[in-house]
């Protein structure tokens, strides 16, 4: 494969790693501000609907069999699972499913776990069920811009388009690798790094003694398209890398080619 074709892959890549990385941002943004926003204790769901809930309990000993709850609904169901020790604060927490009538009207539902045995006692939780007539319905009462106007949720697109960006960042180190190979075997390499000192703009390129530079030697500089820019002296050279001094007459960035001379 061409240099040329390698370039332009390379750029291609570049730009699409940007774009997952954006919306990587964007997404995640997007998420937390729909979290922050929106009420932890508020559950949005459809008819049919179930969802994991929990919550915390007292500093007595607490068995599934000593909870309860209290609704405003038959059509809304609490089944709890477990009781169990919280993961950062420690303490007791129930665990449990809450699910919704496949008949049910839309509208705003209360529910209240309580002691089984003691109904006087405070709630340990109180949630406020909001169900909705239909998918429609429920994505225009989303927080997410992302689920309210595109209907996708921000966590999986954050995800999708974290994995993403992942993967086209390893496609341009392979490529780069690739043309870098390609770009030796025509005695060229690129400026990885430009610097502005007293004498002009010092350049570091991927050409050392392995490829038969030393102190002394001159390479041609060419810019971004293979344009030649002038002629520079080689003043340091390490196994795999060298350096050289550009008159600070000449606009020189990384992304330039010195090319050994014949």
Not at 111 to 131: C, D, R, T, Y
Not at 140 to 166: C, G, I
Not at 167 to 173: D, K, N, P
Not at 247 to 261: A, K, N, Q
Request: glycine content about 8%.
């Amino acid at each position: 494969m061409s240099i040329e074709r390698l370039n332009s892959i390379r750029s291609l890549l570049g730009k699409a790693c940007a774009a997952f990385c954006i919306l990587f941002v964007i997404a995640t943004i997007d998420g937390l501000q729909s979290r922050f926003r929106q009420a932890t204790n508020v559950l949005q769901l459809l008819g049919g609907d179930s969802v994991m809930v929990n919550g915390p309990l007292d500093n007595e000993p607490r068995d599934v069999a000593d909870l309860g709850y209290i609704s405003n609904s038959e059509q809304i169901i609490l089944r709890f699972d477990a009781v169990h020790t919280g993961f950062w604060l420690g303490g007791q927490m129930w665990r449990g499913e809450l699910s919704v009538d496949p008949t049910i009207r839309p509208g705003d539902y209360a529910i209240v776990v309580i002691s089984g045995k003691n109904e006087a006692q405070k709630p340990f939780a109180a949630f406020l069920v909001k169900v909705y007539e239909d998918p429609a319905a429920l994505r225009k009462d989303s927080m997410s811009v992302l689920q309210r106007f595109v209907n996708v949720s921000p966590w999986r697109t954050s995800a999708a388009s974290f994995l993403l960006t992942l993967s086209t960042l390893l496609m341009v180190f392979m490529v780069s690798h690739k043309r870098e190979t390609a770009m030796a075997g025509k005695g060229m390499a690129e400026v990885y790094l430009v610097r502005i000192v007293d004498e002009g703009h010092e350049i570091c390129f991927g050409f050392g003694k392995d490829h038969g530079l030393e102190p002394g030697s001159r390479v041609s500089l060419l810019d971004d398209r293979g344009t030649p820019v002038t002629t520079v002296q080689v003043l340091r050279v390490s196994q795999k890398d060298g350096l050289a001094i550009v008159d600070r007459d000449y606009s020189v960035r990384p992304g330039f080619i010195v090319r050994i001379l014949e």
